[in-house]
């Protein structure tokens, strides 16, 4: 198990309760090279983003969509904790 995939149901759950999930998913699934791009844009940010123990999440996010696979793998998840609940 990777650092971002023990963020993965903070992340859903956050995302379920705001009703986001599915865009999210979506989202994931069809950003492609742009992914590798946010990723960037979190790991350059991360100084703006406040404590160490919120830059965690932050970077587990960036580790997350700078690999596709991963990325895929949470789309995935959401849709599954979706339909759970």
Known sequence: MTESQTWWPIWAQKLQRWGISEPVAALLDAAGPLSALAAQAIYLGQPLFGSTAS????SAAAEMLA?????????G???QEGDID
């Open 67 to 75: 690999n596709s696979q991963e990325s895929r793998s949470f789309a």
């Open 55 to 58: 830059n965690s999440g932050w």
């Open 77 to 79: 998840f959401l849709r």
